[in-house]
Each structure stands twice: as C-alpha cells, then as structure tokens.
C-alpha cells in the first residue's frame, strides 16, 4: 500500500475499506470512493464505531475518534487512514 | 435555505410516529411527590420504578434537617462560582466529608455529576495523551472527551481483552494513556470486570484509570464506596468521578484521587471555573447523606433483596432482561413502538419506569428501564411484577399468566 499523500488514496486502499464496508452495509448500494457513510450508507455512530473497529484490527492500528468529524466519503476515509499509517512508518 | 432545525426532521418524525397517541414518555409529569416510591401522575398514584433513588435517602429526615437550617441560614443559591465568588464553608466541609469517605487525598465537587465528566474528561489528558474509553459510556464521557485535546480510541464494552489490544497498539507512543469505564452501567446495569481492567493496567506504563461510580456510589461495597471497594482495588483507581443525584438523594458531582497534583483542576476546569457552585441546602443534604450511604449496610441489603426479587419476578413471566440482577432490571421490548406501548400500559396501570430507545440504548435496544429503591416494599414489588405480566399479556408478549403469579 503506497503511503499517504494529499491526493487520492491508492486503489488497494479503496478496495480493502470496500470490503470491511460490506459487512455493514445494509442498503446495497454499490461503493465508489464517493460514497457517502452517512447519507448513502445510513451509517448511524454505532456502525460508523464498529467499522472503525474493523479497520483498525484489519491494520492493526489506532484510529483516534477525533479524525471522523472531517470524514464524509470512502476516500476521506481512506486518506485518513493512509496518513495514520505512513505516520506509522508504514 | 433549510430550516434551522431542518436536520432534526428523521428524529421529529420518529416522535411523531412513536408519540402520536397517548402520553409522551418524555413529557411525564408527577404532580405530586408522595414518598422515595410513589407519585402521583395523572391523578393517579403510581409505583415509581425508575428514579435511581438506590438507598430512598431523598427524604432522609437529618438530611431534610440540614438542609433547611443551611437555607435558612445561607440563603437559596451562592450566585456564582467558587472560584470567582467564594467558597462556603459547607463545600469545604462536603469535601472533606468526600475525603474522609473514600479515603482519598483530594476531592472536589462540581455542579451536577455531568459536569464533573465533562470537566475533568475535557481537561486531564493533553494533545499527546490517549483516552481509552470503555465503548458503552454515558453522554457526559462522550461530551467530555469530545471537548478534550487527546486522541480518543474506544474498546468494546466491558472487554479486558479488547483494551489489552488497544493499549498494545499504542505502548510505543509517548504520552500518557486514561482509562475510562463505569462502575454500573446505566442503561442494562450489567457491571465493569475492573479486576480485569486493573490487571491490563498494570501491564503498560503511564496508565491511568478513571472510574465513574454514578450508579455504583452506595450501591457496591460494604461501606457504599463502590465497585473498586467491592472489588478491592481502589488503589490502582486512579480518580473516581460520582454524583449525588442517584444514592446520595441530592444533585451534584464530584471527583477524587490521590494525585499529588490534583487540585489544579479547581483552575483549569471551565465546568468548574464558569459554573455556580451548588447551594447551601443541596450541599447540607449531600454532606448528611454521604454519612447515610457509609452506614448504609442495611439499605444495601434491603436494595439487592429488591432487584432479586423483580429481577426473579420478570424472568419467570418470561420476559427479556437486558442483565443480571442488579439495582437496575431493564426489560428488552422486541422494537421501539412495542416498547411505548408497553411503557404506556404500566403508566397507566400505575407503574413508572424509564423507557429508553436507540440511539440511547447499547446493541440498539428498546427498553423498559427498571431501577430499584431500598425503599420499595415486597408488596410493591409483587404489585410491579403482575402489572408488568398483565401489560405483556395484553401485548401478546408472553403466554396467559403463569400459575405462581397469578395466585397472587
């Protein structure tokens, strides 16, 4: 996975948060890096803190809650995450 | 443009859906107080079975003595802040009172037990400190720590294991890491293995424990200090946060430690520093019953024979409790409408309990929230539990009574 820049995240990046996304995913919306978690996905807080969870086990890091106000779409997400594992040294 | 209040509109069509006919649960109104366990609602006199009241210490007679003679004395409120009008000499005695009660070098009192939260959670940890908090947590941590400049990770609720992996994820970063469960929780009353925690704890270093005893102050330990106390390990809680709402009969909040720096705080907490201190009848009930709740061994007993007996009561009619038996019994509705006619129907029938609904709730629960009073008599307790059976009959949620209970 390439480290975190201001641009878009990598498309591995995309695809493993797709698949996380899937289990929560409850409306069959079809996922582009666009996808809204709250408006598109009806995710509520609670789910938004079990894929959080997901996440972080799948990479094993930690994803402080302080990041999510600033996160709308797959990719915001995905940014985010690149940037907390580049600063990981990863 | 949206209106104002535009993004409330999913919420308000819930009300409107859930509340169209009959009363508003959130609306309720006791015309009249007529002990720690009944009121009248609606003309009626109705079982109160979800006041937090744990010990029935709200009319306390010394409490009630005190507290006149310190309004008659010191007038209805203070009209400020300690820190900018002046501390009475009741605080200073209510906190050394708090001192002497959990044995602790400091402690200090805030408004309400959500401010205490909000206060010490927004204020503790800094930018380069962690808060790890125990996922199921009340409003006041969530506020809190939202307001706080540190990195926040949740784990699972009530899992050792799951704060072991968190804690390990962070054991090279630098800065230190807080801890945060709840004694009892609110909601199902389903209580903290802090054993557990404290042996994680130990593992890490820089790591503190803040434990909130809201619902465990008074109820857990022989002499009411809670779960540390019952469990013994007070000495590895770092602060305890509690309030006087619940077991101590009053309002207000409060937090202890140890800490050799800990009354900084008085100057750095907002929701202490900008907020009027509590009025002299409030801190005079508060003082006497804290006295109350260290020899309250009896109304501990008397309490836990209560949550057994409706915790029994309920499970053999067959209905879903949330818990184990504990001073709270919350019962599982199968969704949130059969959850307000259920409620409906006791209120009517003349039982009060609080109906909580998701997003309120933990696993998106509906729940008809019970909690018990050292002050409820056996009878009341029968009286609740075939109240609860002929609702849940009326609603088809469980078969025709059963043989024991009807023979009541």
Redesign the interface.
């Known amino acids: 996975m390439s480290a975190g820049s201001a641009g878009e995240p990598s498309p591995e990046t995309f695809a493993v948060l797709s698949d996380l996304i899937g289990q929560f995913n409850k409306t069959g919306v079809a996922l582009t890096p666009t996808t809204r978690f709250a408006e598109d996905l009806n995710f ?3 789910v938004v ?1 079990e894929f ?2 997901a996440v ?2 799948r990479f ?7 990041i999510l106000p600033d996160i709308a779409t797959i990719d915001d997400f995905g940014r985010a995450l690149e940037k907390l594992l580049a600063e990981d040294g990863r | 443009m949206a209106d104002l209040f535009a993004r409330f509109a999913p919420l308000m069509a819930q009300r409107d859906q859930l509340f169209a006919e009959g009363r508003d649960p959130f609306s309720v109104q006791m015309t009249e107080v007529l002990s720690q366990t009944e009121a009248v609602i609606g003309n009626r006199r109705t079982i109160l079975v979800g006041t937090n009241n744990y010990l029935g210490l709200t009319f306390a007679p010394e409490a009630l003595a005190a507290a006149h003679e310190a309004l008659d004395a010191g007038g209805t409120g203070t009209t400020g802040s300690r820190v900018a009008n002046g501390t009475y000499a009741g605080h200073a005695e209510l906190e050394a009172t708090l001192r002497d009660f959990y044995g602790t070098k400091h402690a200090m009192v805030f408004s309400t037990g959500f401010l205490a939260n909000l206060g010490v959670l927004s204020t503790l940890m800094g930018p380069d400190d962690f808060i790890l908090m125990d996922a199921d947590c009340h409003a006041s941590i969530y506020d809190g720590v939202r307001a706080s400049s540190a990195q926040i990770i949740r784990f699972k609720h009530n899992d050792a294991a799951d704060l072991d992996k968190r804690l390990a994820r962070l054991a090279d970063k630098p800065g230190n890491k807080l801890i945060v469960i709840e004694g009892i929780y609110s909601m199902l009353g389903d209580i903290a293995p802090i054993k557990d925690f404290v042996a994680v704890k130990k593992k890490y270093e820089n790591v503190y424990l803040l434990s909130d005893e809201a619902h465990s102050l008074g109820v857990l330990g022989k002499f009411g200090r809670g779960l540390p106390e019952q469990e013994g390990v007070e000495d590895d809680v770092d602060f305890i946060v509690g309030t006087f709402s619940k077991s101590v009969g009053t309002v207000g909040g409060f937090c202890v430690s140890n800490h050799p720096q800990f009354e900084i705080l008085r100057l750095v907490c907002r929701a202490y520093v900008f907020t009027a201190s509590l009025p002299p009848a409030v801190i005079a009930a508060a003082n006497v019953n804290l006295g109350l709740v260290k020899k309250g061994g009896a109304l501990r007993a008397r309490l836990q024979r209560n949550a057994q007996q409706l915790h029994a009561g309920l499970s053999e009619l067959g209905l879903k409790i949330a818990s184990n038996a504990s001073p709270v019994v919350a019962v599982v509705a199968p969704d949130p409408q059969v959850a307000v006619a259920f409620w409906r129907g006791l209120l009517d029938a003349g039982v009060y309990v609080n109906l909580a609904l998701p997003p309120a709730t933990p696993y998106g629960y509906s729940l008809l929230r019970a909690s018990l009073c050292a002050a409820h008599t056996e009878e009341q307790i029968d009286e609740v539990i075939g109240i609860f059976r002929d609702v849940a009959t009326s609603l088809g949620l469980i078969d025709a009574p059963r043989k024991r209970v009807a023979a009541r």
């Open positions: 509520d807080s609670l803190m959080v969870a972080e086990d094993d890091i930690s994803m402080p809650l302080n």
